[in-house]
């Protein structure tokens, strides 16, 4: 029991902070990109225990919440490496702190359609992995699909903006431009407040 009590605080901790990042580049609600006069990211770090506790309540046995966690990681780190090899061929010449050589790419496509293939097993068979069932499937599911009503709510309430799936040149997208070693970085801001806990 220990042990997953420390498990969970070390989740709970990361994914604050994940969310953290994810408010502050866009991704979701602003509302989670806010730290406190600590500096720590109260709002993130809240909402994140909260959805824990809330899968504990729902799912009743704490191994059971590794088969919907397992799916969300697995599904950002799906997302992320197929949004790589579109951004390769839509704009390979998008500045970027970190130039792969084109061999990557064939070994992004394999990811990636592995990737698919162990989620694909996964839902449709949760029980392969002794423990997890419909239920965890449909709770794992339901937590991406409520971040993807925070990100749309985000792009089309918050910031007002027209949702792009595709950003290419012929949509109004600036050219691209050859990396620029000696431009310097974009800052980002960082958002306080003076509410304990965020």
Known sequence: MAAFVIAMMTATADGGRSLYGISRSGGTIRQLGVLNRYGVPGRALTTDMLIN????LILGE??????????G??????????????????????????RLTPVWIPIACALFVL?????VIGTASPQLTGYGGPLETVAGVGILMFACVLWWYRQRVQDKTRIQWRIRDSDGAAPDQPDRPDQPRPRHD?????????
Do not use: E, K, Q
Request: proline residues 9%; without cysteine.
């Open 190 to 198: 960082v958002t306080t407040t003076d509410r304990p806990g965020g």
């Open 62 to 71: 704490p191994i059971a919440i590794l088969l919907a966690s397992n799916l």
């Open 73 to 98: 990681y697995l599904s950002a780190a799906t997302l992320a490496v197929g949004a790589f090899i579109l951004l390769r061929r839509d704009r390979p010449g998008l500045p970027r702190p970190i």
């Open 53 to 56: 506790v809330l899968i504990l």
């Open 115 to 119: 990737n698919v293939f162990v989620i």
